[in-house]
């Protein structure tokens, strides 16, 4: 994924197809190459990442990011329905800011104790890929961290 804070009306067509092609784009190509496969063995689990901006007033200056992200969210649900009958899981995480060397670059006053860890949230996605997560399709799960 990825990441550009701007105003709407200050938004270059690069910086918009930067977030649709990173945040949207590369999810359905991936999605596109990977599910004949899992059709085939009958099984298969997929998590994007998305973002809880999607589900919260994001604020000004993230109206292009946001909506990346959600096209990204109505791919999951959409998906999720596509091959549900396959055995065939797509579900998302949405997390807040996650401490990564690039966002602690980029807000050097933020408190990062209340960002989402990047090994928790890896924890999160591969827990459902894991057998008690078999019955969780089409779900958008907020992980906030502490913001």
Do not use: C
């Not at 993230?62 to 959600?70: C, I, L, R």
């Not at 980029?106 to 408190?111: E, Q, W, Y």
Request: avoid cysteine; glycine fraction near 8%; charged fraction near 15%.
């Amino acid at each position: 994924g990825g990441f550009k804070f701007m105003m709407t009306d200050q938004a270059g067509e690069a910086d918009i197809d930067f977030l649709l092609n990173t945040n949207l784009k590369s999810a359905l190509l991936l999605a596109r190459a990977i599910i004949p496969g899992m059709k085939k063995r009958g099984f298969g689990r997929i998590v994007f990442v998305s973002s809880r901006a999607t589900i919260q007033p994001p604020g000004a200056g993230m109206g292009a990011y946001a909506a990346s992200k959600a096209g990204l969210n109505q791919l999951v649900l959409s998906m999720a329905e596509e091959v549900r009958s396959q055995d065939i899981n797509v579900n998302a995480v949405l997390p807040t800011v996650i401490d990564t060397p690039a966002n602690r670059r980029d807000m050097p006053k933020a408190d990062f104790a209340a960002w989402v860890a990047p090994a928790q949230l890896a924890e999160i996605i591969f827990s459902l890929t894991q057998p008690w997560g078999n019955p969780i399709h089409g779900a958008l799960i907020p992980v906030s961290g502490r913001l």
